[in-house]
């Protein structure tokens, strides 16, 4: 990535990050929704402290733009929907026919009529210029749809499942599963929800929510290889934030630290302390450490050799050095911000070993099988 777009695309990972993160409780990076977007660059790229949903309204005529709004999350149908069981009904006049139908959506509108009411009663007095937004789950029909921005309402349909938990953690409030029971209390805030129409996609910001637990990076982009691209830098910052702050420690970079655990194991007292064959073991998997500092030299077109001798001689007094990508020398880790996670770190020296010792006991079944598999000498029984 580009330092410009990297920098931003940092503080908004650092940030999403804490504002999910609970003490005493495991961090969960699902309560941050990544969501991509064909436009613009990738600078404009930034932190929603709220929930970005990748629809919008259904009617033409529901507000486009609302502050400071009531938001209700519902998991109720609002429309009409046929039963299960084959049932015919008969009418010899028109007037019946029209009572069948209204019987039918009565039952629907007396689910409106409750929402509609909850409505008139929170945003009146000094709350008559608060908006009011209901989120749900399931289907809402054209005539429910029509009732609602009448009402001035903005009704969202068909929410993603995922998206109705978020809502709840970003925005407070207590999903509903029925109507029966709706009072302000199950209602959450948002300091505004407008609607953003890309192209033929339609996108609903719900923005600056007091105190969210789940967030939204809006990751932006003119082509999709740099949405890819900005995207896999974005799920890797934020699992390497996430193992940071749960570690509570971080380890020097740029190689410091695999230069300086081969010292550390080369070191007289230390191997004179191992006896037998062990003292041998020592050695190779000292400098066996210094593959990722050759890898990385190599990466960055510098000779590993050349660069192991300056970090060598750079190393006196204990200083932490590590190589410098931009020129090849060497460099202090702790001062230019290069960090490794500690429990990467703790999981590559334990599974080297592991693998290693498993590669061997490979070695060893095969050439037991070939031993087996030899023919008998001349005069030996089979």
């Known amino acids: 990535l580009a330092e410009s777009v990297a920098t931003q695309v940092t503080e908004a990972v650092v940030d999403a990050v804490l504002a999910v993160a609970e003490p005493g409780k495991p961090i969960d990076l699902f309560m941050v929704e990544i969501m991509k977007m064909q436009h613009q660059t990738a600078t404009d790229s930034r932190l929603v402290k709220g929930l970005v949903l990748d629809h ?62 909850l409505k008139n009663t929170v945003c009146s007095g000094p709350n008559k210029d608060c908006g009011f937004v209901l989120i749900n789950q399931k289907g809402i029909d054209p005539l429910s749809l029509d009732v609602l921005a009448k009402h001035g309402i903005f009704a969202l349909r068909r929410a993603k499942r995922r998206n109705m938990e978020r809502l709840q953690l970003c925005c407070g409030g207590i999903a509903q599963n029925s109507v029966d029971d709706l009072t302000p209390k199950v209602l959450g805030r948002a300091g505004r929800v407008y609607e953003h129409v890309l192209g033929e996609n339609k996108y609903t910001y719900v923005e600056e929510c007091k105190d969210p637990r789940s967030v939204t990076i809006l990751i932006k982009g003119p082509s999709a290889h740099v949405l890819q691209q900005t995207h896999d830098a974005v799920r890797d910052g934020l699992r390497a934030v996430k193992n940071a702050i749960e570690d509570g420690a971080l380890v020097a970079g740029a190689g410091a630290f695999q230069v300086a655990c081969r010292q550390h194991l080369l070191r007289p007292a230390f191997l004179n302390s191992v006896q037998g064959k062990a003292k041998m073991g020592v050695r190779a998997f000292a400098e066996a450490m210094l593959i990722i500092p050759k890898t990385i030299a190599a990466n960055g077109g510098y000779d590993p050799m050349d660069v192991l001798v300056a970090l060598e001689e750079e190393m006196v007094d204990g200083r932490v050095v590590g190589i410098d990508l931009n020129t090849g020398e060497a460099l202090d880790p702790v001062q230019e911000g290069i ?36 023919a008998p000498n001349p005069g030996e029984e089979e």
């Not at 400071?68 to 007037?95: D, H, I, M, P, Q």
């Not at 498993?358 to 070939?370: C, K």
């Open 339 to 374: 960090w490794d996670n500690y429990r990467v770190l703790r999981q590559q020296l334990h599974s080297c070993a592991v693998i290693a010792t498993n590669l061997l006991h490979v070695d060893e079944v095969m050439r037991a099988g070939r031993a087996s598999l030899k």
């Open 56 to 117: 919008g309204a259904r009617h033409p005529d529901m507000p486009k733009k609302l502050t400071n709004c009531f938001v209700l999350t519902l998991n109720v149908s609002l429309e009409y929907e046929k039963t299960e069981v084959n049932s015919s009904f008969f009418y010899s006049s028109a007037e019946q026919r029209d009572k069948l139908i209204e019987s039918e959506r009565r039952f629907v509108d007396d689910k409106l009529r409750k929402i509609v009411d």
